[in-house]
């Protein structure tokens, strides 16, 4: 389509120029007392000209009324660039260990920085590391009030730094404010489990764990891990027996198979002198799985029938004859039971 409408132009100029050629005519403009009458060629010249020449008086005039804005566009450019300079020297110095280089290099030129938010957190980390809180406290504020402030990113970086310093009850009331507002964030998610375990609140950490998409926690065996500290803490700072079974049954099924948890458990049943309860416990759990720590707690326990007890240890001597553990619960037994040869 294109093709053939420049074909028709070309044609039709050609047509043109050609009548004008044989019959070039003429223009006469008259206004009293002048005339002036030229060929229509020459007066079709002089009009282009006078186009021409007129574009490019308007062109001039724009481009010099509009001086002053390319100038200060050009001048913002290039403190932007020289910004964006210092905050690569101020990154430079800061993982170099410059701390107080890289907190000068990082806070100038922030009016004209397209990165000032990054700057100011990284900023805030250099200020910690010079342990000046304060400063670090100022170039937080600033970051969070910046335009372009990420807040996530902004909460984040000042939970850490929290934690960092050892102010944890900044730290707790920070990361659960990132966790209200952004639930579904990995990061934020995150945060808040790093700050429960640094604080050693287990009861809250075992809830997060059980309650938000773990997917966007950290990964399985970290879970795993997590899940079995917070319970294996909860049962060892239980008060008394019936928190203790309390705590036992709030446990998810898979969590109390755990032979970690299950050890903790045996170790806060003893502590309350339900011995015999954490022997049957210890039976039963080294049925499924060997367990070097449940044998261990084994021997310790002061149980209803020390005979008894001794002979089921004799059983497991038989697939384990070199655990030391169980060679050590064996003597306990041994002891309990005044067998002073065995």
Partial sequence: MRFLTVLFLALAAGIGLTMIAVKPGYVLISREPWSVETSFTVFVAGLLLLVGFSYLLLRLAIHVFDTPERIRRWQQQRHAKQAVEDTRKGLVELINGNFALAEKSLTRRLDDNPLDVISLLAAAWAAQQRDDRSARDEYLNLASNRPD????????????????AGEHEESLSTARKLHEHYPASPSANRCLVDTLEQNEQWQDLFNVLNNTNRSNVTSVQTQAELLSLAGSSLL???????????????????????????????????RFSADAEAEELIRNSLKT????????????????????????????????????????????????????GM
């Fill in 236 to 270: 060892a700072s239980a008060n008394d027996l019936e928190a203790t079974h309390t705590t036992w049954k709030s446990l998810p099924r898979k969590l109390r198979k755990d032979m970690t948890i299950v050890a903790s458990y045996c170790r806060a049943l003893a």
């Fill in 289 to 340: 799985a060997w367990s070097a720590e449940l044998v261990e707690i084994y021997g310790t326990l002061k149980g209803e029938d020390p005979s008894y007890m001794l002979k089921q240890a004799e059983q497991w001597l038989a697939d384990h004859p070199t655990d030391t553990q169980l060679m050590l619960c064996l003597g306990r037994l041994a002891i309990q039971n005044q067998l002073w």
């Fill in 149 to 164: 402030n990420s807040p996530l990113a902004t909460g984040i970086i000042t939970c850490q730094l929290q934690r960092q």
